[in-house]
């Protein structure tokens, strides 16, 4: 075996051949990439070029057709195919051998152990660890036990027959239960998606709203300060012109437009009412943001949290307001407090929490209630 081996070697990689082999003329055999790393290295590359055998030194012609036109020597491809599948036979030959002989004395196992349940040789039953444990012949046990172990197999085989129909009915609930998950998340996005859009359409439209309010008031309160900065406006024009006029001509033309307006401002004009309080109206806003959702769902059900999430929104409330003084903290309190509770704190008084878990409040339309249930 070892020199058919070796005639089945190629002499560039020292191994066993890798098919295809090729044949060269001088009778030498190559692995087909074997020598395509020869010709690399004998600076070979043209189709039709020639190269040196690395054995016999023998020149080679390609002939145009490179490797692909050197003869292929099926003979030994053949005999390669079958000197593998006798060697695979004989390994397997070599550990069946190894397997039936004892690892620590190299000696035959014959015998089987029955206290240990392991198969030893005679001299661990003479010398060694088994010496004062019951044996019997390895060709005994093993009869026994091949005959024990299919009565085992058939005992499995029924168990796994009646087990065939709880394993199909769990695949079958597993299939459902990938189902209907997928079901479910196709709904959350659909569902979720509809319900983000129409709360992007409410805060835009709210946004606008605001906006529009914001415009209006302000337009009338800036056209009130224009009407009341109108005297102090004239006053310094009047003045400017006591004390800067350049001549009396130029005094006489300013005098007369400057009396004609002070005539109007004392005499005929009216001043626009100045408001006492022109702002909007945070509660109206919050509550149509609202409108049909239950606040309270968004804190915890725990009793002593639901100050803590009214907290947060105090904090939230405050990390966006502009104005961070009393007045918009009285005004978040009395919101929040009226949202959750359904009635808002008096003015100056602390807004109490409801303290009971079992109170569901919720929020129906532009209205704020609350709704108690029986505990």
Same mark, same amino acid.
């Given at each position: /075996? ?8 190629? &002499? ?7 098919? &295809? ?32 055998? &690395? ?7 390609? #002939? ?32 069946? @051998? *190894? ?12 015998? /089987?152990?029955?206290?240990?349940? +392991? ?36 005992? !499995? ?38 319900? *983000? ?26 056209? !009130? ?7 102090? =406006? ?22 007369? #437009?400057?009396?004609?307006? /002070? ?6 004009? !009216? ?58 903290? @009285?005004?978040? +309190? ?14 100056? @008084? ?13 929020? @129906?339309?532009? =209205? ?8």
């Amino acid at each position: /075996m070892e020199a058919l081996g070796a005639a089945l070697s190629c &002499p560039v990689c020292m191994e066993l051949f890798t098919p &295809p082999v090729l044949l060269l003329s001088c009778s030498h055999n190559f692995c087909k990439q074997c020598l395509e790393l020869i010709l690399v290295g004998q600076n070979c590359t043209h189709a039709n070029g020639q190269f040196c055998c &690395p054995v016999c030194r023998k020149v080679i012609y390609l #002939r145009g057709r490179g490797t692909n036109g050197l003869q292929r020597n099926i003979l030994a491809e053949n005999i390669l195919e079958k000197f593998k599948e006798e060697l695979e036979t004989l390994h397997t030959k070599e550990q069946n @051998q *190894l397997a039936q002989t004892c690892e620590k004395h190299g000696e035959s196992v014959n015998l /089987m152990c029955l206290s240990d349940e +392991e198969p030893i040789c005679g001299i661990c039953k003479l010398f060694g660890d088994h010496k004062s444990h019951p044996v019997a012949k390895i060709s005994d046990a093993y009869a026994e036990r091949k005959v024990n172990f299919a009565k085992d197999i058939q005992l !499995v085989l029924q168990k796994s027959e009646s087990a065939a129909q709880a394993v199909r009915d769990m695949e079958k609930l597993i299939r459902e239960l990938s189902t209907s998950a997928t079901d479910t998340l196709a709904m959350i996005d659909a569902i979720g998606d509809s319900l *983000l859009s129409g709360i992007k359409y409410r805060i835009a439209t709210l946004k606008k709203q605001l906006q529009s309010e914001h415009c209006s008031k302000l337009e009338k309160l800036q056209l !009130v300060a224009r009407e009341l900065e109108a005297p102090r =406006e004239l006053y310094q024009q009047m003045k400017m012109l006591l004390q800067h006029h350049a001549n009396a001509v130029q005094f006489l033309h300013e005098h007369k #437009r400057l009396k004609g307006e /002070m005539e109007r401002l004392v005499e005929g004009s !009216v001043s626009l009412p100045v408001p006492t309080k022109d702002t909007i109206s945070i509660r109206r806003y919050f509550q149509e943001l609202i409108r049909g959702i239950d606040i309270t769902a968004f804190a915890l059900p725990e009793t002593d949290q639901v100050p803590a999430s009214m907290a947060g929104l105090q904090e939230a409330w405050q990390a966006g307001c502009a104005m961070q003084g009393r007045l918009s903290q @009285q005004v978040l +309190e009395d919101i929040l407090c009226k949202a959750v509770s359904g009635s808002g704190p008096k003015p100056n @008084q602390e807004a109490k929490l409801p303290r009971n878990p079992s109170h569901a409040y919720s929020v @129906q339309g532009s =209205e704020i209630g609350s709704r108690e249930s029986t505990v």
